[in-house]
């Protein structure tokens, strides 16, 4: 149970809780990423369980209520139902059972509280950007494919955790540990790169980082989930991204810390202050028609200072121009996709628009790159140029 002393473990509540119930008749009839979003049981097609599965699940979690429990509980709601853990068992199949039962359990908790983890390494990754891989050393049920990955060191942006991070299959007790980079010089700890490294097999089942997915989902690539269950997940994630998005009383307090420093580049602003800002989150009917696959906006200290300080006299926003800016990145009247961008290496290129006093276009570009969200990188330019023929309006 819940103590003073051991705080409520928030994310990994929300992970478990925010899952939207799929009966199916085998685990894996989901996809990698699609378990983020949707909790299922295997066998549960017809046994009519799952809503109470789930929901004893998250009472569990919410109470830390122990795994011996929790079973007890289970198996009364299954001797009630007539289910009992699988397709062909009985009530008498009290090994099958106890041990379908505990799969049930320790998958989700596992895979609940590995993306609360990995969202709390994320928030400190600024001082902690070192990622260490650990594997279960002593003791039974050791795999060779994790224990070689055992102590394998790469920064917290390597594409490596996008498939490694833990869990990485049934019963799986890897973990991850973080160091700052002058810990892990003193602890004389190598940090690779992934790419192009040969990496060991995992249960492919498991090849997918939940706390990512849940981050970050790509919502495209989910081809084995009901279409109205992939509509669910979409509003339940843009429903948390608007309510952590900040408003615009804080991008102005951001504003004003930024209006007094004068970076010379970007990239040197970027080494220091690696935080980006949920600035917007976009509405279903705006996200289908950029075609793109998440709803976040992004912004970075740098580009707030640029669209406040760093802009030529006819171009300068005034006070008067703050709030109808932040309604922009909220709710733009018009939006235009630069078809031929100076740099189409960045990714695609947009430009949200509104009509302001005096008869002005107000402009904020942003950029999209595969796999990541929108990004700011001009905020508030004044001016209409969208008539060129290298501009297509899709809102």
């Given at each position: 149970m819940e103590t003073d002393r051991i705080p409520r473990p928030e994310e990994a509540i929300r992970f478990l809780e925010k899952k939207i119930n799929v009966p199916t008749e085998r685990w894996d009839d989901l996809k990698w990423g699609e378990h983020a979003h949707a909790f299922t049981v295997a066998h549960s097609v017809e046994a009519n369980i799952l809503?109470?599965?789930h929901g004893r699940l998250n009472k569990a979690i919410a109470s830390g209520e122990s795994y011996d429990t929790w079973k007890k509980g289970m198996l009364g709601a299954m001797e009630q139902a007539g289910w009992y853990g699988g397709s062909g068992h009985t009530k008498d199949d009290k090994k099958y059972i106890s041990w379908r039962l505990r799969v049930i359990y320790d998958t989700n908790m596992r895979t609940a509280y590995a993306a609360a983890q990995y969202r709390k390494q994320l928030q400190e990754a600024a001082g902690r950007p070192v990622w260490l891989y650990k594997s279960k050393v002593y003791g039974d049920n050791r795999r060779q494919e994790h224990l070689a990955l055992h102590n394998?060191?790469?920064?917290?942006?390597?594409?490596?955790?996008?498939?490694?991070?833990?869990?990485n299959g049934w019963g799986c007790?890897?973990?991850?540990?973080?160091?700052?980079?002058?810990?892990?010089?003193?602890?004389?700890?190598?940090?690779e790169d992934s790419s192009g490294m040969e990496l060991p097999d995992i249960d492919p089942t498991w090849q997918y980082n939940p706390g990512r997915e849940a981050l970050a989902p790509n919502f495209n690539k989910y081809k084995n989930l009901p279409q109205s269950a992939i509509t669910l997940a979409r509003e339940k994630y843009r429903a948390d991204m608007e309510a952590v998005k900040i408003?615009?009383?804080?991008?102005?307090?951001l504003r004003n810390e930024m209006i007094g420093q004068k970076p010379k580049r970007e990239s040197e602003y970027a080494e220091n202050n690696p935080i980006l800002y949920l600035a917007g989150n976009l509405d279903e009917a705006r996200q289908k028609a950029m075609n793109i696959n998440d709803s976040k906006i992004m912004i970075n200290g740098y580009r707030i200072f640029h669209g406040f300080s760093d802009k030529?006299?006819?171009?300068?926003?005034?006070e008067e121009h703050f709030e109808e800016l932040y309604d922009l990145i909220q709710n733009p009247d018009e939006i235009y996709e630069n078809l031929r961008p100076n740099q189409p290496q960045f990714?695609?290129?947009f430009h949200f628009a509104k009509k302001i006093k005096g008869g002005k276009i107000l402009n904020v570009v942003?950029?999209?790159?595969?796999?990541?969200?929108?990004?700011i990188i001009t905020f508030g330019r004044i001016g209409d140029d969208h008539g060129n023929k290298n501009y297509k309006k899709i809102w």
């Open positions: 809503d109470d599965i394998k060191a790469f920064r917290y942006d390597d594409s490596f955790w996008d498939t490694y991070y833990p869990p007790q890897c973990y991850v540990t973080t160091k700052s980079e002058s810990g892990a010089e003193r602890e004389g700890i190598t940090v408003t615009s009383g804080e991008l102005k307090v030529n006299a006819g171009q300068k926003l005034s990714g695609r290129e942003l950029r999209k790159l595969e796999r990541f969200a929108l990004q």
